[in-house]
């Protein structure tokens, strides 16, 4: 019986199209993703990781069956409603056939078919990767070696984890099915699962909660990437992905809950017709006549129909549909997920390291978008819903009788979902002010969230409905509608990536951009509102257009429609159309004459192809010798309000070469369009020898060469003049409050090498050459030049900043004179003159907004006062004090231990949100307000205090950086990144708690891992990181912080002090007569370490190495009165990984590691009683110690100082007994 | 007021054609619409209520050209269709006001004043605030009635009202129909003949879209009085009768076959003359036009 339903159940599917369909869908998308560079699935393939490496099969499978999770639904909810929608359930359940093979053949019947289907998936990755070489187009993995073929790296993610989602989706999508009888309630289950996933994926932020993140996605998507996070590109490109560990777990956690679901139905599923639902039906109430109908008489009631009638049949109208959808259950359903998800992230939101942000309204706003996905759901259910509504229940030709005008009809609809869209929104501001009340935070900011949310979501919604309305009318099929929309993304999407990204194509283009506290919503607002009225327009017409062709009365052939809608073109219509069409190609024009006219526009190919031009035409001159700035002096006038500034004065350029030049290559800014308007040298003009005008590159001829060890002046003024709005990304860096611009707007010396592609895929993809990321630490030209670029060594600096009257303008040095004045335009303007005393690096900031000061002072060992200045955001007093601390523990701890600060005074000024860092300039730190400034540090015992340690971090490079630039080679970042942050980490450690020390440790670690995950070209030791964030940062504070712990804090921070004396203000024209390298810092760690520690500089520093530590085996027993022996039996392990991650065990040699014992305090933490450096020689290693309090846990490097993958293996928790042996 | 219909014609995208050279005048009072299923009916009086489109012809009421003034049609017009649905979750009242605003009664005063007679009249008063869900077939569709008669319409489709009333139900409405029926074009639709010899000054007989008969039923039934002839048959030899006769009607009385035949002279073989009913009308017209041919 059962064969025979499943059977059944195959039959009825082989027949229908849409099983074709499906496949088609999956196989298309699938064999698109692997032989095109437009459609794209997961992105974790490039660069080192092979595009049909077993780890991107694995991942791309898993993506694939959840992502269509639609396909799923469409098949397995429907196989029992099926029966009562088409009536046939008094037919099938009065056969023979049992309940159980009813429903399971069913069941299975179908999923077989699901399987079926998704067999697309690894069928289209195997065509895809054979044939896609012979393809008319190139795939991105065109000129790369691809790995062999191998049937099994397709076929196993596919087994293990893509049938497994499978049949999770599937029995609960049957479920919801066959249990509601209703389609809707399976829609809204594949919501609450893509919510699941959005939680787990929320969860994340927060590093403990990755095991329960992992177990929580019912798509095993988490397990995958958490199980995988730390597989470096050589695992990813050869290994399978078991099915192990908590991905095992994963997926028997939810296949075991999918069973419970299907044993559920069964017992749940009634094999009746007539249900007897939880609520009894209400039962018919008899007519109880109390008077006779024939006696009755209808009065006449006065009919009205003009423009008041219409306006009150509109509004009648729109509040039945609006209480109709609050009524649905499935809209109160994704309501209510939608919420709850909201309520989740807040839990999460804006973490650093852990750590919160205050939850100040801009940080809600951003929360509260996270409802978008949910209104979209909304706005496309809803608007085929209600353009269906009256023929869904087959109310539609007494409705289309009405002398109701046929405009009414289509904008009561549109009004009746405004409404609920204007309701939502105000919930959505009460969730958010719930939230900040729960935070305890009370400065609800409520004309910042109606501004928002009334808006730009709004207009969001608006245009969505609008476009929904035109595409349901115009399918006259409810699902065509729903799939058409659905290719509406699936298009806007890849014709983006096949590079038609002019916002004028892009639907409902125009952000609002990101909302600072200090500069609002600035200059977006222009861009937005002309944007808006464009697609407002557009949206406009499409209305028109459906309320012309909406379906009225019985017929709907396109031809019928056509006919009528000719009558429907009333005056008022087709003026409101005419109306539309004007705006639409007004807008359109203004817009494009703002975006291509006013500005500069290039799609990101020809971004591209700019680049490559530039190298390709310019790249000879790169290592020309040109003389170097050895003075600049400038006048700069900002204009916030414009956004514009011009800069006038001069550079003092010097040959320092033994030889004459007769040329000056300058660059100017082209990223910023920034325009020279006059350039010469020495007073005299110079001559204009060559130009390219598109790269901004002018060679020109001195009257007579520059002699070696000669001066000239060179007098310049440019000007940024922001005119209009851009088409993309607009300038957020010259804003109406909180500029913050540096020293490469100004003019540069000769070729630029940052303006290079840098990424070979892209080099690959443009016929050139891989390349480098930096020069070697042996190359001379490296050596002469230091980080901050090949323009100078140090410079004298002075300047003066002019700026809006309100305005406080900050450039490095020592304020002057300040004064106020009108500029030759006569407006009032506020002047600052900095100057330096000391020479310092060619790199420059200028800050102005309307600031708060608050102001301090720190006097050094040496009685030297230093001014403390922190220029803020009014509102954003939260952590002023905890920033003055550290910078004074800072000044106290660096000038004690490496030397003396070398200015009288520290600023730190706030900038607005758009970028998220802080910035160390001489005696001045631009601080960005997303961090730092708003972070909230609700318990000290427990969140790291992120603004104490950023502001650690940026005094440090007072001296690593300022103190000590180092050579632009291959490590640089050693020297001036992974310094400071060990000098920030050694404030921290004096004034933290070693737990917080810890678990900053554990993030710096974590984020080293994941980042060599995901290196694209190769990873590098960190004695040679290439600007790899993850090595000098995250490496860096593990390795520097075990050094210290390996050899004491007083050895490294001699080791500095002597390397600061011997190398300080380095250079060419230094004592040294070059820059310092890793290799010369390396040198003083070496001195300092102690012959039997010597191997950990090699084996942390000019390797990759990475430890396996585990304890086995941890047991005690009693000695005596209050001692205990504990014995220890742990494994040790130490890998070394080449630049792809590829790893090889390595002899252990004679090793140091920490062994520890833990005690159950007071208070029920663990705490330590016991931790010594123990000397390891082999894998196997036995220890006893003993301890004088009840021992609790214990295991070999407790605090996880080395790197070391499973962290978590290292500690075992006690038992009383004697060891195995 | 007159509905002067000529020379409508339909054929749907499948190929049938609804509606063959249809021309009708329909004066003020009742007028019977009388076919069986799918002869036309419904697409005939979908026509006349603006929700669709013939593909040739005109339809006139008074000096409102049906076609293309669907506006003004629609303020005087009461329609019930053949088959509707309900929102399930609304109750009686709330929807019938709810039309009754889209019908233009803007006056809550007298909206109440109406709807509440309407609800009385159709006998739904007191199941007024029960969700719609809940009723019966029967209640649904004198609900459907109510509708259809808010503001005084001039003009009333009412397409297969009957079906699904129950004898007592079916009395009321059509006593409620002949009520309004007075200064005011009532169309109705039915394949019951009782309902129009009972109702209808005016009638026609459409079979595959086209017209068969039109005129008053008493013209009808004066025009086969002493043609029809009945006869009871054993069951065994009727399909020799089959052949012999061209039947317009055959039905068991008490078991046996009883057939009426039409001929305008006594067909013997036991024939006896019986008076003819509009039922025979209407069968003459549908099954007998091709013995009236020959």
């Known amino acids: 019986m059962l064969k025979e339903m499943i059977r059944f159940e195959l039959d009825y599917r082989k027949k229908r199209p849409a099983t074709y369909l499906y496949f088609g869908i999956l196989f298309l998308l699938c064999f698109f993703a692997v032989t095109s560079k437009y459609v794209v699935i997961g992105g974790v393939a490039g660069g080192q990781i092979i595009e049909n490496s077993p780890y991107n099969l694995a991942f791309m499978t898993t993506i694939m ?30 056969t023979p056939v049992s309940r159980f093979a009813y429903l399971f053949g069913r069941f299975f019947g179908s999923f077989l078919v699901t399987v079926l289907v998704f067999c697309a998936v690894w069928i289209a990755f195997i065509v895809g990767f054979s044939i896609g070489k012979y393809l008319p187009w190139e795939p991105s993995w065109a000129s790369k070696e691809i790995l062999p073929f191998n049937f099994w790296h397709y076929i196993q993610p596919f087994l293990t984890l893509g049938i497994t989602s499978i049949f999770i989706q599937s029995a609960l999508y049957f479920a919801a099915g066959t249990l509601s009888r209703q389609t809707i309630v399976i829609y809204v289950q594949g919501i609450v699962l893509l919510v699941m996933y959005q939680v787990a994926d929320t969860m994340l932020e927060d590093l403990d909660n990755k095991t329960l993140a992992a177990l929580l996605d019912p798509f095993g998507m988490r397990a995958f990437t958490v199980y995988t996070e730390y597989w470096s590109p050589a695992e990813k490109n050869s290994q399978l992905v078991p099915l192990e560990g908590l991905l095992l777990w994963n997926r028997l956690i939810w296949v075991g809950f999918a069973l419970l679901v299907l044993a559920g139905t069964y017992w749940g599923f009634s094999f009746n017709v007539v249900r007897t639902g939880w609520r009894k039906a209400k039962a018919v109430v008899a007519d109880k006549t109390s008077f006779r109908p024939e006696s009755v008489t209808i009065p006449v009631a ?26 649905d259950v499935p809209f109160v359903g994704i309501v209510v997920v939608g919420l709850i998800n909201l309520i989740v992230g807040a839990f999460y939101f804006d973490k650093m390291y852990g750590t919160s942000s205050y939850p100040i309204t801009a940080n809600v706003l951003g929360l509260l978008n996270e409802f978008d996905l949910f209104f979209l759901i909304i706005a496309i259910f809803y608007s085929g819903e209600l353009i269906w509504r009256e023929r869904s229940v087959n109310f539609n030709l007494i409705m289309d009788a009405l002398p109701v005008p046929d405009w009414v ?62 595409v349901q009318i115009m399918a006259n099929n409810k699902f065509i509608g729903y799939a058409l929309m659905f290719v509406f993304f699936i298009v806007t999407f890849t014709i983006g990536a096949m590079g038609i990204q002019h916002p004028l194509f892009m639907f409902n283009s125009g952000s609002l951009g990101e909302y600072s506290d200090m500069n609002r919503y600035g200059h977006f607002v222009t861009r937005f509102s002309w944007m808006k009225l464009y697609w407002f327009s557009f949206v406009c017409i499409l209305f028109s257009v459906s309320v012309v062709l909406a379906v009225r009365g019985s017929e709907a052939a396109m031809r ?10 009333s005056r008022p219509l087709v003026t409101f159309t005419l109306v539309t069409i004007i705006a639409f190609t007004g807008t359109g024009f203004y817009v494009y004459y703002n975006t291509n006219q006013l500005n500069t526009y290039r799609t990101q190919e020809e971004e591209e192809q700019w680049a490559v031009d530039y190298e390709k035409t310019l790249k000879k001159f790169e290592h020309l010798p040109q003389p170097k700035i050895i003075e600049s002096n400038l006048k700069v006038e900002l204009y916030p309000g414009d956004r514009d500034f011009t800069a006038e004065g001069f550079y003092w350029l010097k040959n320092k070469t033994d030889r004459p030049m007769a040329d000056i290559h300058i660059q100017e800014d082209v990223v910023n369009a920034v325009k020279t308007d006059y350039l010469h040298f020495g007073g005299g003009e110079a001559k204009v020898k060559q130009q390219w005008k598109d790269f901004g590159y002018t060679i020109y001829q001195l009257p007579q060469p520059l002699a070696a060890g000669d001066s000239v002046k060179m007098n310049f003024r440019v000007s940024f003049t922001t005119k209009g709005f851009q088409a993309k990304g607009s300038n957020t860096s010259v804003v109406q409050n909180g500029t913050f611009i540096n020293n490469t ?33 042996t190359d001379p030209r490296g050596l002469s030049q230091n980080l901050f670029g090949n323009d100078a060594d140090y410079i004298r600096f002075q300047m003066v900043v002019g700026t809006e009257p309100e305005q406080i303008a900050i450039a490095p040095g020592y304020l002057q004179k300040e004064w106020t004045g009108k500029d030759s335009t006569g407006s009032d303007r506020r002047y600052f003159h900095y100057q330096m005393d000391v020479p310092m690096v060619n790199f420059y900031s200028i800050v102005s907004a309307r600031y708060e000061v608050k102001r301090d002072k720190w006097v050094g060992p040496d009685g030297k006062a230093v001014n403390l200045e922190i220029y803020y955001n009014k509102g954003h007093e939260y952590n002023l004090e905890t920033m003055l601390t550290s910078m004074k523990k800072s000044l106290d701890y660096f000038s004690k231990s490496f030397g003396p600060y070398q200015y009288r005074q520290l600023r730190i000024m706030e900038f607005p949100r758009y970028s998220s860092f802080a910035q160390s300039f001489a005696n001045t730190v631009p601080f960005s307000e997303g961090i730092g400034f708003i972070q909230k540090i609700s318990d000290p015992e427990k969140d790291l205090d992120m603004p104490y340690y950023v502001t650690a971090h940026e005094i440090g490079h007072q001296w690593w950086g300022h103190q000590v630039p180092e050579a632009s080679v291959k490590g640089n970042a050693m020297l001036s990144e992974t310094q400071s942050q060990y000098s920030a980490l050694m404030v921290m450690k004096h004034t933290f708690s070693p737990e917080l020390m810890q678990k900053f440790l554990k993030y710096e670690m974590d984020k080293y891992l994941q980042g060599r995950a995901m290196e694209r070209k190769k990873e590098q030791p960190l004695v040679l990181t290439e600007g790899q964030g993850y090595i000098h940062y995250n490496k860096g504070s593990v390795i520097m912080y075990a050094l210290q712990d390996y050899i004491g804090e007083d050895k490294v921070n001699a080791a500095l002090r002597n390397f600061l004396a011997d190398w300080q203000y380095p250079g060419p024209d230094s004592k040294q007569k070059r820059y310092p390298t890793s290799r010369d810092l390396l040198g003083y760690f070496k001195a300092q370490t102690p012959d039997s520690l010597q191997y950990v500089i090699t084996d942390w520093f000019e390797n990759i190495t990475l430890y396996e530590n585990k304890t086995t085996e941890a047991s005690y027993t009693r000695k005596g009165d209050k001692q205990y022996e504990v014995t220890l039996k742990f494994t040790s392990e130490k890998y070394v990984a080449d630049s792809a991650g590829n790893e090889k065990p390595v002899s252990l040699g004679t090793q140091w590691v920490d062994v520890g014992v833990y005690t159950k305090g007071e208070d029920g933490k663990d705490k330590l009683v016991y931790l010594q450096k123990h000397k390891v020689t082999g894998k196997d290693n036995t220890v006893k110690v003993l301890v004088n309090a009840q021992p609790a846990k214990a295991g070999v490097d407790p605090i996880n100082k080395l790197i070391d993958r499973h962290p978590d293996d290292n500690t075992k928790s006690v038992i009383e007994g004697s060891p195995t042996t | 007021m007159q509905l002067i219909i000529q020379h409508l014609n339909k054929t749907y995208s499948n190929g049938v054609q609804a509606l063959k050279d249809v021309s009708l005048t329909i004066n003020q009072g009742m007028f019977g619409l009388l076919g069986p299923n799918g002869a036309g009916k419904s697409s005939l009086m979908r026509t006349i209520a603006t929700l669709q489109e013939p593909d040739s012809g005109s339809i006139q009421l008074g000096d409102t050209n049906v076609l293309t003034q669907k506006d003004e049609v629609r303020r005087v017009l009461g329609y019930l269709p053949q088959e509707f649905g309900v929102y399930p979750k609304v109750d009686a009242e709330t929807l019938l006001n709810h039309l009754a605003v889209l019908k233009g009664i803007t006056n809550s005063g007298e909206r109440k004043e109406v709807v509440k007679a309407l609800l009385q009249k159709t006998n739904l008063y007191d199941a007024r605030k029960k969700n719609l869900g809940g ?7 004198r609900f459907g009635i109510a509708q259809a008669l808010l503001a005084n319409p001039k003009l009333i489709i009412v397409d297969e009202p009957t079906a699904g009333l129950d004898p007592a139900e079916r009395n009321r409405f059509l006593n409620l129909l002949s009520e309004i029926g007075e200064n005011t074009i009532v169309i109705l639709s039915t394949h019951i003949v009782e309902d129009v010899k009972e109702l209808c000054s005016d009638m026609a007989i459409i079979n595959k879209g086209q017209v068969l008969y039109k005129g008053s039923p008493l013209q009808a039934l004066s025009d086969i009085e002493g043609k029809i002839w009945e006869k009871r048959v054993p069951k065994a030899e009727l399909e020799a009768y089959r052949q012999q006769y061209t039947i317009i009607s055959e039905k068991l009385v008490g078991g046996t076959p009883v057939i009426h035949v039409m001929a305008d002279t006594d067909p013997g073989d036991g024939f006896v003359a019986i008076p003819g009913d509009l039922e025979d009308v209407y069968f003459s017209h549908i099954f007998g036009r091709q013995a009236v041919a020959v």
Do not use: C, W
């Not at chain 1, 006065?302 to 009524?327: E, K």
């Not at chain 2, 009723?135 to 569709?141: D, L």
């Open chain 1, 65 to 94: 069956t959840f992502a269509l999770t639609f396909i799923v639904s469409a098949i397995m909810g429907v196989p029992v409603l099926r029966d009562f929608e088409h009536k046939t359930d008094s037919l099938m359940f009065t």
């Open chain 1, 302 to 327: 006065r009919q009205v129909l003009n423009a008041g009638s219409y306006l009150r049949m509109l509004l009648q109208q729109a509040l039945f549909y609006a209480r109709m959808i609050i009524r």
């Open chain 1, 409 to 470: 009809n289509l904008v009561a609809k549109f009004i009746g979902l405004l409404l609920i869209y204007l309701g939502l929104l105000l919930v959505l501001i009460v969730v958010g002010m719930g939230v900040q009340a729960a935070n305890g935070y009370f400065n609800f900011e409520l004309p910042l969230y109606f501004q928002t949310l009334y808006t730009s979501t709004l207009f969001f919604l608006i245009a969505y409905t609008l476009l929904a309305f035109f």
């Open chain 1, 560 to 569: 019928t429609r056509l006919r009528i809608g000719r009558l429907r073109l």
């Open chain 1, 745 to 777: 707007y100004f003019p540069s010396i000769g070729y630029a090498e940052q303006a290079e592609l840098g990424d070979d895929d892209l080099r690959r993809k443009h016929k050139l050459p891989e390349k480098e990321r930096m020069m070697e630490q």
């Open chain 2, 135 to 141: 009723y019966s077939g029967g209640m649904k569709q």
